[in-house]
């Protein structure tokens, strides 16, 4: 196996496109996944499910390679922590979504798409949406909520649904929660 050094992985990061999230730059996991495979197409990423209590789970992710001689290489480890129902893609997939943000540390950690940031894109993404989740949503969004759901059976029906009085009192995760719920 060749050896790879710092400018095989400076290489294989200038491949990636990074996304923006909040006006910064992130490497998506996939793209951090690719990069690895580029340089260590026989390397291994292992996930292990460390703790899943209350829908509580840890996950921990080891990336590296096996040398010539059979002998294990770590290259970074990274650990993840999601709560299910914290988002709406953790209501159904949190554990998933755990294993995939472990994945992206410990890759950030052996240095593929850190040209911008440890944190992969997907983590910034969740962790803005359970950052502003509880917030009250604006007199924008009430604006749009009323074009969307224009009757007043279906405002009865939402505000019982979410135990609120007045569109004032939702909140953004609940506004989350409504919009996704019409989509899909």
Known sequence: MKTVNWEDIKNANSQMAPIEVKGKMYMEVPQRIKAFRMLYPQGFIRNELLSNENGVCIFKSTVGFYAEDGKEHILGVGTAYEKENSSFINKTSYIENCETSACGRALGMAGFGIDVSVSSAEEMQNAIINQTRDEKI???????L???FPTAEQEKNIFEHFKITKWEDMTVGQMSELINKKEG
């Open 146 to 148: 009323k074009k969307k």
């Open 138 to 144: 604006r007199k924008v969004d009430i604006t749009a």
